[in-house]
């Protein structure tokens, strides 16, 4: 008799045990909801429940409108990959790259620049950065079957560059006796060199291999220049808690293999 009551107890304080543990594992998790990503909005942005997106959108793969008129491309993914962690509809609106940076700064039109962006110590001066989210370089595209020999040879010719970009500042370092033919885009580039406008360009390496990869267009990488860069996506100095939010869900995709995959999807490979 004494014996099963002993059991009891011993069983009621398990139990009474177990139910607060669960109580407490409850409550745990909503703190950690409630400041979190899928809790109630730690940030703004400028239309509620949405992510607008401004992005040169002629940067493939990163960017670019197919014939349906969609902007499709690995940022634009991403993009829509941060956005459902975060509970936000995501819509990209075409801009000049280099408008960007400004136009965020104002405020009021784009919450967030997904755009190939170059992470650089000068444009952290004026927006604030996430964490990289791609690794790359430059190019140097000529006609088919040019031999390259340095920079050197780039002197007394016309450079078509993308202005206010890195391949732009990377070319009037390095090739100062050339002269650089500025464009919106790097397809009005590559098709000025294309048609003989211009003798050179240079640009991002992966966007170069993209834009020549299907079509014959005389034209070829004839140099990989190692720049290092790291792409990031920009959020204005005045918004830290979407900056946050979106360093936080980029995490979280990088972690749970939805990162790999979009990256898989685009470039055939999986990140170094
Ligand atoms: N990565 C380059 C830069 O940040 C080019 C970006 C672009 O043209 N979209 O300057």
């Not at 011993?10 to 409850?26: D, N």
């Amino acid at each position: 008799m004494g014996k099963t009551r002993k059991f009891v107890v011993l069983l009621t304080v398990a139990a009474l045990a177990l139910s607060m543990f669960a109580v407490a594992g409850c409550e745990k998790k909503e703190d950690t909801d409630g400041t979190d990503t899928n809790g109630e909005a730690t940030f703004t942005t400028i239309e509620a429940g949405k992510l607008l997106v401004g992005s040169d959108t002629e940067f493939p793969p990163f960017e670019f409108v197919d014939a349906d008129g969609v902007v499709k491309g690995f940022d634009v993914d991403i993009m829509n990959a941060i956005g459902e962690k975060l509970g936000l509809e995501v819509t990209f609106m075409t801009e000049i790259f280099d408008t960007l940076i400004p136009t965020l700064k104002a405020g009021g039109k784009f919450d967030v620049i997904a755009s190939g962006m170059t992470i650089k110590p000068e444009r952290a001066l004026e927006i604030d950065f996430t964490a990289p989210y791609y690794d790359s370089n430059q190019s140097l595209v000529m006609a088919k079957g040019t031999a390259y020999t340095g920079p050197e040879q780039l002197a007394g010719k016309k450079i078509g560059v993308q202005s206010g970009t890195t391949g732009e500042a990377w070319a009037k370092e390095n090739a100062p006796d050339a002269e650089l033919v500025p464009f919106g885009s790097a397809t009005d580039a590559f098709a000025a060199l294309q048609a003989g406008n211009v003798d050179a360009v240079v640009n991002d390496l992966p966007v170069s291999a993209e834009l020549l990869k299907e079509d014959d267009r005389g034209l070829e990488i004839v140099a990989q220049i190692p720049t290092g860069e790291q792409y990031g996506f920009a959020v204005s100095k005045d918004n830290p808690e979407l900056l946050a939010a979106i360093d936080e869900a980029l995490a979280d995709i990088k972690a749970d293999g939805t990162y790999n995959d979009i990256y898989q999807k685009w470039f055939g490979i999986l990140p170094e």
